[in-house]
């Protein structure tokens, strides 16, 4: 149940053309706290649950509970979720042995494209394609939760 990954921002849309798969994702949080987050998702035709807990002070890892739950619940409980509700594509890309799941945003997180890779332990190793940018592991303000309430458009200048 500890989630270990690493975050990074994306320069290029070259993932794009090595992706196996892509799959829409619609999320909402009923508690977006960064202590804790709880999370309703549809991946596709799917619906999942998941509590988040705070992560580590690497940031590398942090508690993670997910169940999947009837897509008629998903989308009822998408209705008691605060107002800002996350719209992403994501892409999942082999890598060596590991798989990186580039999430493309939309609406008020139009331009953001991040990249995600677990690993089985903080230390392992992976191949960096060379896609990736700068190392956001840990930095909340990634966090999808906090992009819910501080959206990408409002970063810029």
């Given amino acids: 149940m500890i989630e270990i990954e690493r975050k990074f ?15 829409r994702i619609c999320q909402g949080y009923l508690n977006s706290h960064k202590d804790r987050a709880v999370r309703i998702r549809i991946k596709g035709d799917e619906g999942y649950i998941t509590v988040k807990g705070a992560s580590s002070k690497s940031g590398l890892s942090r508690f993670e509970w997910e169940k999947q739950i009837s897509l008629d619940e998903a989308e009822a409980l998408l209705n008691l979720c605060e107002e800002a509700i996350i719209d992403k594509v994501r892409y999942e890309v082999q890598v060596g042995k590991h798989v990186f799941e580039v999430d493309e945003f939309f609406g008020d997180n139009t331009g953001l494209v991040l990249a995600e890779v677990e690993l089985t332990t903080e230390s392992e190793t992976f191949i960096k394609p060379e896609w990736l ?19 990408f458009k409002l970063w810029k200048s």
Avoid: I, M, R, W
């Avoid at 921002?9 to 799959?23: G, I, M, R, Y």
């Avoid at 940018?133 to 959206?151: C, F, H, I, R, W």
């Fill in 9 to 23: 921002l994306v320069h290029s849309e070259t993932f794009k053309k090595e992706a196996f798969k892509q799959t």
């Fill in 133 to 151: 940018a700068e190392e956001v592991t840990g930095d909340v303000k990634y966090y999808n939760s906090q992009l819910s309430k501080n959206p």
